[in-house]
């Protein structure tokens, strides 16, 4: 008698994708969403940060705020795949705002907070930039903001000086670029006045940095 074959064991449920079709994933690193992968849509200047490289990062958030996440106040302006205001949400940030100009991008952030139920997290559509004019004129001020923008489009020369205006003191601003902030002495440019970088390493051809207010 022929035998049946094996049946398949059942897949897990996945996060559901709305708009352009993913092409890879990435997973949360730490917290209470450990290993959770996350879908990357197939988008234009979408370029998650590597879950190596995000590990790394975070590490250097936990040392500066001596592993207190709970009153951490995080903003993530150019949220993308979520991952790494959804690494922050995992770890137990008191608030994260996650900013994107897409919309199927901001669905499929809506979708990944729906499943995780993410009650911390809070998503908005919109232009990064205008978004933190908005913010800094109402007077809202964050603790940890996440600069991850499509490279060559001078995101960063125009992002840090309005982080200035939303930064606690001793705040901190992740960004990640395709060329390392490191200048010459008497040529730093007007943006990076008043900047320290703390940190800073490189992967690939990705450099990453964590900077603080002198």
Request: charged letters at 20%.
């Amino acid at each position: 008698m022929p035998r049946k074959p094996a049946s398949k064991p059942a897949k897990p449920a996945k996060v559901p994708v709305h708009g352009p079709q993913h092409s890879h994933q990435v997973r949360i690193i730490g917290g209470s969403w450990k290993r959770t992968p996350l879908p990357v849509l197939s988008a234009s200047g979408l370029r998650p940060t590597p879950d190596r490289v995000r590990e790394t990062v975070f590490n250097w958030i936990n040392h500066q705020r001596d592993g207190n996440w709970a009153t951490a106040q995080v903003l993530d302006l150019f949220a993308g795949s979520g991952a790494l205001g959804f690494e922050a949400a995992s770890r137990g940030a008191h608030s994260v705002m996650m900013v994107d100009s897409l919309s199927p991008v901001v669905q499929q952030l809506e979708s990944i907070k729906q499943k995780l139920r993410a009650d911390t997290v809070q998503i908005l559509r919109g232009d990064a930039l205008a978004v933190a004019q908005s913010a800094a004129s109402r007077g809202q001020r964050f603790d940890l903001i996440f600069l991850d923008p499509p490279y060559q489009q001078n995101f960063i020369e125009r992002s840090l000086p309005l982080c200035s205006k939303l930064l606690n003191e001793g705040g901190l601003v992740y960004v990640e670029t395709g060329a390392a902030l490191a200048f010459a002495e008497g040529e730093t440019p007007e943006w990076m006045a008043g900047w320290e970088v703390i940190r800073a390493d490189k992967a690939g051809m990705v450099h990453f940095h964590l900077l603080q207010r002198q």
